[in-house]
């Protein structure tokens, strides 16, 4: 379901957004008046009541939200109560949380959020089977602007075990906190609390972008670890530019081949960004924000008709340049290369104001005579529903369900 994007989409999609703003309302409207009830609920531990009713209200919205509810641990007040409302790993039905936060009213003692906030008491987590007191973690800047994390702990006796994992993601998400277990941890790695000396499973690297550098191996408690991702994180975020990238033109484009052409369908990349095009491929969960501070959205155009037209470079670039040109004349957005597979051809984009990108890319797309089959679609794990296609009769894209571009 589009949400971002319902205006370029159906009546029925349109409808659709409609209905459930007003189940959102509705909800809100719910919670308000049942609070007393809810936090007395909360503070004897009824826990089958509010479990029956965030049943009935919450996930008449939509099934899939899920919900918790706790004391302020990291805000002003600590009677204060904190309801998450979170979608988990579909990532897609985070914009329709984010409506409902915006939507929701202050409430005096309580407080939403569509993150699980990190637990300090995570030792005593309701789905451990072990101890977490031995847990220590060690983090790894990468070049796809995002960290590794490796998690250490007695339970664990070799190293990457399956059956160690799941254990060792509700660590993670306890200490750390959902926000960033979701937009800045890639790969996490178990390692022995025990490991002979020697090298360890990602060795000793220094891994550095400018003047960041972060090294493995540095294990400690995972309270302290929060802190230093916190901190790794604002400094990643203050190299990023200073401007929006439409106020900036790009120098020296690079050739780029992608890793594993027969299934990503794209073996032609030109870039002026070649860390960020690699990273849509690397990165499980991919974050426009790791890479620009202006909530600028990284996009491509996926264009389908025949393989000449494919590879045809001069038809390309020529919009590619024209495309430029007017995105950044109105300070809406700009090009970022192209490319071409074996069913369709690219071109990349960086958006800041999207509904004035559309407009522009639509009219430089039919004036260029582009094939009907023509989308823009997002990398952003949150955005990989939306999508809009040149024409308001050009069909839905087909399903995303990898990253096949």
């Given amino acids: 379901m589009r949400w ?160 160690d994992l799941q254990e060792v993601f509700y660590i993670a998400q306890s200490f750390l906190g959902e926000e960033l277990l979701e937009c800045w941890i890639n790969l996490i790695f178990t390692e022995p609390k025990n490991l002979p000396l020697g090298p360890s499973i990602l060795n000793r690297i220094t891994a550095r972008q400018g003047n960041i550098t972060a090294e493995d191996n540095q294990f400690m408690p995972m309270e302290e670890l929060r802190q230093k991702l916190n901190l790794a994180i604002a400094e990643l975020t203050d190299r990023l530019p200073a401007e929006p990238y439409w106020a900036t033109p790009f120098e020296g484009a690079y050739a780029v081949q992608l890793p594993h052409p027969e299934k990503v369908k794209r073996f032609s990349v030109t870039t002026y960004m070649p860390a960020l095009i690699i990273a849509q491929g690397k990165r499980i969960l991919f974050q426009s924000r790791a890479f620009s501070r202006h909530e600028e959205k990284f996009c491509y155009l996926k264009m389908v008709k025949d393989p000449e037209f494919h590879q045809n470079l001069q038809w390309r670039y020529s919009l590619e340049e024209r495309l430029d040109e007017r995105l950044r004349k109105a300070q809406a957005g700009c090009t970022l290369g192209g490319g071409f597979g074996l069913d369709a051809c690219y071109i990349d984009l960086i958006l800041h104001d999207i509904p004035k990108s559309v407009e522009i890319i639509r009219a430089e797309l039919m004036q260029a005579q582009a094939p009907e089959t023509t989308w823009l679609l997002f990398h952003d794990a949150d955005w990989k529903d939306e999508w809009v296609g040149l024409l308001d009769t050009t069909p839905p894209p087909a399903p995303r369900y990898d990253k096949s571009w």
């Fill in 4 to 163: 971002h994007l319902a205006e370029f989409g159906t009546e029925e999609e349109k409808l659709l957004k409609e209905n459930t703003i007003g189940k959102i309302d509705a909800f809100l409207e719910k919670f308000t008046a049942d609070t007393d009830k809810l936090a007395n609920w909360f503070s004897s531990r009824q826990s089958d009541r509010l479990q029956t009713w965030f049943e009935e209200n919450l996930q008449s919205i939509n099934k899939k939200l899920m919900w918790e509810m706790g004391t302020d641990v990291f805000g002003n007040q600590a009677e204060d109560l904190v309801v998450t409302i979170t979608p988990e790993d579909n990532t897609e039905l985070r914009p329709l949380v984010e409506t409902m936060l915006k939507r929701a009213k202050p409430l005096p003692n309580w407080r939403f959020t569509q993150y699980r906030t990190p637990n300090t008491s995570a030792v005593s987590h309701s789905l451990a089977r072990h101890n977490w007191n031995s847990a220590e973690g060690a983090i790894r800047f990468t070049e796809f602007n995002c960290f590794d994390l490796t998690i250490k702990a007695d339970f664990i006796k070799k190293p990457n075990q399956e059956k």
